[in-house]
């Protein structure tokens, strides 16, 4: 298990305590990030050592950006692509990811708040709060594709 540490920077040029309230979240949202993509980085490259042995008649044919939107904002990752003629692309990585481009952690949010608000605000709220941009029909999707996967109604 690995430690992961951040430093921030905090200078005296703070005007009232909102501004550097802003100044933390917003630092510590990139260091996480920070982190977290260079975690994604290493854990593809295991991943698709890994795939390369087990499946010799795949190659490697390049990497391709993803976009993951989860609590601490949106990132951009990079994960190595394995073609086979006449299969599917395989992307090692994307057996961590979650399915979508959001979290399972954001979506559970988004759809928790869309239940006792409107769509469009619980959209403002997600982006203020987490820093995480979701449409309001974003959300409405997102709670349709679970009803579908668990037979269940998410919203009241």
């Given at each position: 298990m690995e430690t992961i540490s951040l430093q921030i920077?905090?200078?005296?040029g703070f005007d009232n305590f909102n501004s550097f309230e802003s100044f933390l979240i917003s630092s510590v949202r990139q260091g996480i990030m920070q982190e977290i993509k260079?975690?994604?980085?290493?854990?593809d490259e295991e991943l698709s050592c890994?795939?390369?042995?087990?499946?010799?008649?795949y190659y490697y044919h390049g990497q391709v950006t993803r976009a993951i939107r989860f609590y601490y904002g949106e990132i951009q990752i990079k994960r190595r692509r394995y073609r086979c003629k006449g299969k599917k692309d395989i992307y090692p990585l994307d057996l961590f990811l979650p399915l979508g481009i959001l979290s399972e952690k954001v979506t559970?949010?988004?759809?928790e708040l869309s239940t006792e608000i409107p769509y469009a605000r619980s959209s403002r709220l997600l982006q203020e709060i987490l820093g995480v941009k979701v449409s309001g029909k974003g959300i409405w999707h997102s709670g349709s594709r679970r009803t579908e996967r668990t037979g269940?109604?998410?919203y009241s």
């Open positions: 920077n905090v200078g005296l260079g975690y994604l980085k290493a854990l890994q795939f390369e042995l087990e499946h010799p008649d559970e949010i988004a759809i269940r109604a998410c």
